[in-house]
């Protein structure tokens, strides 16, 4: 059922229903941190191979994203929505058969699958929050979606460390120790720690699915694109060319490939850096790093009434910057500090990288999303390459990969606030000759 574009209560139950959306894909990222620490102990695996969690779960966004702006073109917005949530649950599911069967592949492909259908979702939702809505604020009201994205990560990750993680860490000379049968009843028990949070994960987001598709929505959710609209090829050769888009998408790649890269291997940090520290210890540094994550993004949506975004993001990154030089050169419990503390400036950048990057793109939006969503697989590549340098030295000189992320992203905060101090006298003219 659709509805005409219209405020108040035709876009009050059509926006929680979105928003929820940024709670899911929250919660399913984040219970990849803790399923790196428990696949690296049932499967006893590098750093590298552990990365390859990350790795297959945002392959799926990268090889997803364009598929999904083209079915968007089609079908419009909310049955992107419909689409990847059946996707997500979909994946959830095969969590199951993964266990039973304890096959590190099945587990990365059942990932795979669920980071499919969360492209679908983002490629949606973010563009859709943005149209519902007055294009002056659409930076503030996407930051604003997205601070229930922590809730999510935070409900993941105390999910994961309540239902997955057993506290049981043997060490190397305790598993030689080990029977054949006790060896095998260890690893089965951790393996099958996973079926019953991603069961009941897989039957709410189903039902999501069909909320979604019951309710009201306005028309620009659930209009297809005209012919030669958003999602066409042209649009994305157009896209390609133009290098301000651009440069946000590299931005977003290595926005996302920090974040990914310091929450993944934050439990692993703090065992180097902490040693003799349980897993379920470290988690609860995770687990604040999520609180403050989401603490960031109501005071950016804030501060974004009295500041420019693109400004507030440079000095944000150039924070990060030093917090990560300080957990590089001084690996203890102040470098664990300085890590949690660099998500309370991570809060703002993906949203405002976004919406910087989607701005006056008109009917090309659902293309550019999609493109944006792509750059999504920084975090399947840079988590791996900080995997590799870990393998190569330690886990606190790999720090250098976020490290260099966050500057390329304070570059491009810098550009496009040079650009958009240099636009406003040409928007204010605008503004004052419409009004005569």
């Not at 552990?50 to 073109?73: C, D, E, N, R, T």
């Amino acid at each position: 059922m659709t509805d005409s574009p219209g405020t108040g209560k035709n876009l009050l139950l059509p926006l929680i229903l979105i928003t929820s959306l940024f709670f899911l894909w929250g919660l399913a990222n984040h219970l990849n941190d803790i399923l790196l620490t428990q696949f690296k102990k049932v499967f006893s695996l590098t750093d590298l191979k552990a990365g390859l969690v990350q790795s297959a779960f945002y392959l799926g966004y990268f090889l997803l994203a364009i598929p999904a702006a083209l079915w968007m073109k089609r079908f419009g917005y909310r049955a992107g929505v419909v689409f990847g949530l059946l996707l997500y649950g979909l994946g959830a599911l095969l969590f199951y058969p993964a266990a039973q069967v304890r096959e590190y592949s099945v587990f990365l492909m059942a990932l795979f699958v669920i980071a499919s259908g969360l492209a679908f979702l983002e490629t949606s939702a973010n563009p859709l929050i943005i149209a519902m809505g007055d294009p002056a604020t659409a930076e503030r009201r996407l930051n604003f979606a997205q601070s229930f994205n922590p809730l999510g990560a935070i409900t993941g990750v105390l999910i994961g460390r309540e239902f997955i993680l057993s506290g049981n860490e043997p060490s190397a000379e305790e598993l030689a120790a080990m029977s054949a049968s006790q060896l095998e009843q260890f690893y089965q028990a951790e393996s099958h720690a996973v079926q019953g949070p991603y069961m009941v994960l897989a039957a709410v987001v189903l039902c999501g699915a069909l909320l979604v598709w019951l309710a009201r929505f306005p028309r620009v959710a659930t209009q297809p694109a005209v012919d030669g609209g958003a999602g066409s090829w042209s649009d994305y050769r157009w896209l390609l060319a133009n290098g301000r888009f651009m440069a946000g998408v590299m931005a977003q790649f290595f926005y996302v490939g920090a974040q990914v890269c310091i929450w993944a291997f934050m439990i692993r940090y703090g065992q180097e850096a902490m040693p003799g520290t349980g897993e379920k210890t470290l988690a609860v540094y995770v687990l604040a790093s999520l609180v403050v994550f989401m603490l960031g993004r109501f005071v950016a949506t804030a501060l974004m009434a009295r500041v420019r975004a693109s400004w507030l993001m440079g000095v944000y990154a150039a924070i990060n910057m030093g917090l990560c030089a300080i957990a590089l050169l001084w690996p203890s419990h102040s470098g664990l500090l300085a890590l949690v503390a660099s998500c309370f400036f991570m809060s703002l950048m993906f949203p405002t990288i976004f919406a910087l990057s989607v701005k006056g793109l008109g009917e090309r939006t659902k293309a550019g999303s999609s493109l944006l969503i792509m750059a999504i697989v920084g975090g399947a590549v840079l988590s791996a390459l900080m995997g590799w340098v870990s393998d190569l030295t330690s886990i606190h000189t790999a720090l250098v990969v976020p490290l260099a992320c966050f500057a390329v992203v304070a570059a491009y905060a810098r550009s496009a606030d040079r650009h958009l101090v240099a636009q406003q006298p040409v928007i204010q003219r605008r503004s004052m000759e419409t009004s005569l």
